[in-house]
């Protein structure tokens, strides 16, 4: 059973900064692509980056060159680095795994999902 774990989010000041990090497990994930999404109250889930097996990534226009989306495949781990963070930047943020190959664990499969509040 495929498992996601989120952690890292919390309180921070505006220019501040946090790291979040969302886990699997449960199987060997051989092809997938991890997004981070984030939503905020009245407002739609927004996509705010994402990750490929290999490496490839995609920010969107509100956090390119303030985020940076990382992985550890050893850990089946993936990292959003989060600095000079803004107000806006507040909301709930939850990761998705969509894993394509291994056939048998090919789906979506979602994290809990993290606060992040950006306050002074």
């Known amino acids: 059973q495929v498992q996601i774990v989120e952690s890292g989010g919390g309180l921070v000041q505006p220019g501040g900064s946090l790291r979040l990090s969302c886990t699997a497990s449960?199987?060997?994930?051989?092809?997938?692509?991890v997004a981070w999404f984030r939503q905020s109250p009245g407002k739609q889930r927004e996509l705010v980056a994402d990750?490929?097996?290999?490496?490839?990534?995609n920010y969107a226009d509100s956090v390119r060159g303030r985020f940076t989306i990382s992985k550890d495949n050893a850990k089946n781990t993936v990292f959003l680095q989060m600095d000079n963070l803004q107000p806006e930047d507040t909301a709930a943020y939850s990761c998705?795994?969509?894993?394509?190959?291994?056939?048998?664990?090919?789906?979506?499969?979602w994290g809990q999902g993290t606060q992040v509040t950006v306050s002074s």
């Open positions: 990750i490929t097996r290999d490496g490839a990534t």
């Open positions: 449960g199987s060997i994930f051989v092809l997938y692509r």
């Open positions: 998705r795994w969509t894993v394509t190959w291994p056939t048998s664990v090919s789906g979506d499969y």
